[in-house]
């Protein structure tokens, strides 16, 4: 039986920078992800003057609860969504000039959410450029504290900046929210505030967070619950078996429910305190499935969708529209290369299986997968590989975002499945 070992997730390695960031004393993050996002976020707090001491299995990190040690700084974010999100708050609790850019991919994604919430907690922050998008300079002077109104329809990543944010402050912040998308991952930042101390509480749509800073502590950092729904689905895929352990009932990460998708597409699984277990039974049912909490792994079942016996429509995504790239589009264009009929609307995608399918092949033999520089889309269509031979990937190194081993994992778990 295949045991995956994924690498630490992205989503709670970022967050758990911060907060070590934030935190009184010093924090060793154990297992921590070492992918491009997290090394640019690793490199960014170094730019701002925190020390991050790294070694292969734990980072130490100096927390500096007055903000960054140094008076003015110029951070490149890369790629990442949570260093450009999540950096510019923290250092809008200390006090210098801090500029921040990213890449072009990463300044087309919108931030006019976040930073107008800032500015409204009296923050002087300035895009340089387009309104709403990198680059942007913050004079910071520390945050006030307060209520805000905040709209993160697009990202949850604005009201985890914001929650993270509101121990830092002098009064204390009240956010109101008028929509959110992948709720689980705020239940992630509200347990990780806990574990260094500080408390969230809800009143309705109002999350109401005290100041008081945040202490340092020891943390672990369990598995990558979207990089591990690659894996899973090739179990369902293929017939085969795939357990992932340090990713069961304790879980932090909401991707895991994907399994629940899994499960009714008609594979076995298995979750205890341990683990999750994924095994096909060599078929696939069709389904509707409203994605909008796990909307990441989208991609994952819209690559298997061909395979199944009937129709997959997954709703509620369009938040995927301004990820790294337009998600729903470019999971549309690889499907029909690939033969298999497609629909999308504003925040669905319908996928009809492809000619063949239960056959077994399907598709066009050597397609050039298009990645869009987006990991998501390189990993999602690997497993789509495994019933598609020939398969290639215009931009197969993509993946180094989150997961720099990817291919070379999944190839070891290929030769362990079901031909």
């Known amino acids: 039986m295949p045991v995956v070992d994924i690498p630490g997730s992205k989503s709670i390695t970022a967050r758990a920078l911060f907060l070590a960031a ?14 491009d996002d997290t090394e640019g976020f690793a490199e960014g707090l170094n730019r701002l003057g925190y020390r991050v001491g790294r070694t292969p299995d734990a980072w130490q990190i100096d927390g500096r609860p007055d903000g960054p040690a140094v008076a003015e700084a110029d951070v490149y974010c890369r790629d990442g969504a949570t260093t450009a999100r999540f950096l510019p708050t923290l250092a809008a609790a200390g006090h210098g000039s801090f500029r921040f850019d990213a890449s072009p991919q990463m300044r087309r994604r919108p931030l006019l959410p976040l930073t107008q919430a800032l500015r409204d907690l009296g923050v002087d922050l300035r895009h340089e450029e387009a309104e709403g998008h990198h680059p942007l300079r913050i004079e910071a002077a520390g945050v006030e504290g307060g209520e805000v109104v905040l709209d993160a329809g697009q990202s949850s990543q604005y009201l985890t900046a914001l929650l993270l944010l509101g121990p830092l402050t002098r009064k204390g912040l009240r956010v109101r929210v008028t929509d959110l998308v992948s709720a689980p991952y705020v239940e992630i930042t509200i347990a990780m505030m806990r574990a260094f101390g500080a408390e969230v509480r809800t009143e309705g749509s109002v999350y109401v967070v005290p100041p008081g800073g945040y202490r340092a502590t020891t943390y672990g950092i369990e598995p990558d619950a979207s990089t591990a729904s690659y894996f899973f689905a090739a179990a369902a895929l293929t017939g085969g078996e795939v357990t992932v352990p340090g990713l069961g009932t304790g879980a932090l ?3 895991l429910g994907f399994v629940d998708v899994l499960r009714r597409m008609g594979a076995e699984v298995e979750t205890d305190a341990r683990g999750t277990r994924v095994r096909g039974t060599g078929h696939l049912r069709g389904l509707t499935v409203n994605m909008r909490d796990i909307s990441d792994t989208m991609p994952t079942l819209a690559a298997i969708a061909p395979f199944a016996s009937g129709p997959v429509r997954i709703e509620d995504v369009g938040n995927t529209r301004v990820k790294e790239c337009d998600r729903l589009e470019a999971c ?20 009809r299986p492809g000619a063949g399918t239960e056959a077994g092949a399907w598709g066009l033999e050597g397609t050039e997968i298009k990645s869009y520089g987006d990991h998501r889309i390189v990993m999602s269509f690997a497993v789509a590989g495994l019933r598609a031979p020939g398969m290639s990937f215009d931009d197969p190194g993509c993946v180094r975002k989150t997961f720099p081993g990817f291919h070379e994992a999944f190839e070891v778990l290929r030769g362990r499945l079901p031909g």
């Open 253 to 255: 990460q909401g991707d």
């Open 332 to 351: 549309a264009e690889n499907l029909r290369r690939l033969g298999a009929g497609v629909e999308t609307g504003p925040d669905w995608i319908e996928i």
């Open 22 to 35: 934030a935190a009184d004393g010093v924090t060793t993050l154990r297992r921590p992800l070492r992918s």
